[in-house]
């Protein structure tokens, strides 16, 4: 599976493999509406995509990618790199730096990607937010509502995982036929396509990521609504969503599922600990009405 280098905490990277096959080939495009990251889309067998988020950044990036070649994208953020003096495992190798446990690379990063930050809050260049989100927490995508980035230093760099997986990206995404659209999920003019499929991953009601803070219970109403809809005129959905979080249940999203087909997924992790708390935990679906 192909994932975003921007692999920004919410993405289904670690589901794909249980997501891709549940959906329907003999449609005319997938339509993913809230679509982060792209991952889904991206890595399914149809060629013809919308591709919807309510965040122009992120949109943006996914428009960047599509439109840029690799190697005009890798020399600007070489560049980048080397005008904060960041760190660049990639190509330096890990031997010349300590990293102290919980810290990693932070404190070799932590004054060029300030300043860095500060530079990109005043110009907005895209391929300042891409450095940023790479060296950044968490590789949060988050502003404040001044719409200043807000995110500070993480433990990684451009590593080589991170440049094979832009590369693959990059390259790989230039093989679909993808529209960008920046519209609110309740926006009709979305699904005028009856014979595509709407894949739905919203914000969770339940959880406490911050990219979920202002997803509320209306939110969840109205798209619960808008699924039902969808359903009575013949097109085709699917949800991804989480029924259980740290023994909270949405019971709101279980008692609607029982209309349609909820299959269970399980997360990968690869420590042991991890695996035993996510099934007692919490339990992630994808809903589906074909
Ligand atoms: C869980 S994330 C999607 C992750 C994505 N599937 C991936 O794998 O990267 C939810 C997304 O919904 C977007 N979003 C939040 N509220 C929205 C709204 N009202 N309309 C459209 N998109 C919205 C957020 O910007 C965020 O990118």
Redesign the pocket.
């Given at each position: 599976m192909i994932v975003n280098p921007i692999s920004y905490p919410?993405?289904?990277n670690k589901l794909l493999s249980q997501i891709i096959p549940e959906l329907p080939n003999n449609c005319s495009q997938i339509v993913e509406?809230?679509?982060?990251?792209g991952?889904?889309s991206i890595n399914s067998n149809i060629d013809n995509i919308l591709l919807?988020?309510?965040?122009i950044h992120?949109i943006d990036l996914l428009n960047y990618f599509y439109t840029t070649s690799f190697e005009n994208i890798i020399s600007q953020i070489e560049n980048i790199i080397f005008e904060y003096k960041l760190t660049y495992t990639y190509k330096e190798g890990k031997a010349n730096y300590i990293e102290l446990k919980h810290e990693g690379l932070s404190n070799y990063n932590r004054e060029g990607y300030q300043k860095l930050k500060n530079d990109y809050n005043k110009q907005n260049d895209i391929n300042k937010l891409i450095v940023l989100l790479i060296y950044g927490f968490n590789h949060y995508i988050r502003f404040n509502n001044d719409n200043q980035f807000n995110v500070p230093v993480g433990k990684v760099d451009l590593s080589s995982s991170i440049y094979k997986n832009l590369k693959l990206f990059v390259n790989h995404i230039k093989s679909k036929n993808i529209s960008f659209s920046n519209k609110?999920?309740r926006e009709q003019s979305l699904y005028q396509d009856k014979k595509a499929i709407y894949y739905f991953?919203?914000?969770y009601l339940i959880t406490n990521a911050p990219?979920n803070s202002n997803?509320n219970i209306d939110?969840e109403k109205d798209l619960l609504n808008l699924l039902d809809d969808l359903n009575d005129k013949g097109i085709k959905f699917a949800l991804s969503n989480v029924i259980l979080s740290n023994g909270k249940e949405n019971t709101l999203l279980k008692e609607w599922s029982k209309k349609y087909t909820t299959l269970i997924l399980k997360r990968q992790y690869r420590n042991a600990n991890y695996q035993k708390k996510n099934i007692t935990d919490t339990i992630e679906v994808l809903i589906k009405n074909y």
């Open positions: 919410g993405n289904k509406i809230f679509c982060g990251s991952v889904v919807n988020d309510i965040s992120a609110d999920f991953d919203p914000p990219y997803w939110d």
